[in-house]
């Protein structure tokens, strides 16, 4: 992801030093582009930023050094984290752990997701996304990838933050009986 546009300028900008690479684009062909969630990431250094925390992207569109699109298939889980600044600091500090759905199915309007999407988890103000981002780190520091973790996790996550209580960590016996069930209903 950090290769050069034809201008010979980076491509993606450097996100801070507690980013990860904002987006992995899986090589395997898309479903129809019609089924697709497009997310629109954004670097305008000190003024605005939206990236995707954790997520598989299958596709993306560069729009310029600072914009482009990136598509997830139906069912994937991904987060986006948007932040906004003026003179006087921080305007907008919000994070959405989201689920990409099929056509089919109910989603929200998000800024900067197009068509919408599930919401598994929507945090706003800096204390509690920065709990949030330390949570990412808790599930990935359990061997666990985030996107593969049971959604109904983050909705309690959600709930906990919501109140200012600490959400129970992600175990893999959670993970096992979120995989049986995913056998079972398939």
């Not at 030093?17 to 582009?33: K, Q």
């Not at 068509?115 to 988890?121: E, F, N, R, T």
């Not at 949030?132 to 996107?147: C, N, Q, S, W």
């Amino acid at each position: 992801m950090t290769g050069r546009d034809d201008e010979g300028a980076p491509s993606s900008p450097p996100y801070l030093a507690y980013h990860r690479e904002p987006v992995v684009v899986v090589e395997t062909p898309p479903p129809s582009a019609d089924q697709l969630t497009w997310v629109e990431l954004v670097f305008d250094p000190g003024r605005t930023e939206r990236w995707i925390r954790f997520g598989q992207a299958v596709d993306q569109r560069i729009v310029s050094r600072r914009n482009r699109f990136v598509a997830f298939r139906p069912g994937a889980v991904f987060a986006y984290v948007r932040w906004a600044a003026n003179a006087y600091g921080t305007v907008v500090s919000r994070l959405d752990i989201l689920q990409a759905a099929d056509p089919t199915r109910d989603r929200i309007a998000i800024p900067g997701v197009v068509p919408g999407a599930v919401c598994l988890l929507r945090l706003s103000g800096w204390p509690r996304v920065r709990r949030a981002l330390d949570l990412i780190d808790a599930v990935e520091t359990g061997g666990f990838e985030p996107g593969e973790v049971a959604p109904d996790y983050w909705r309690h996550v959600h709930a906990r933050l919501a109140v200012s209580l600490p959400p129970l960590t992600y175990t893999s016996e959670r993970h096992r009986a979120f995989r049986l069930r995913q056998q079972v209903s398939s």
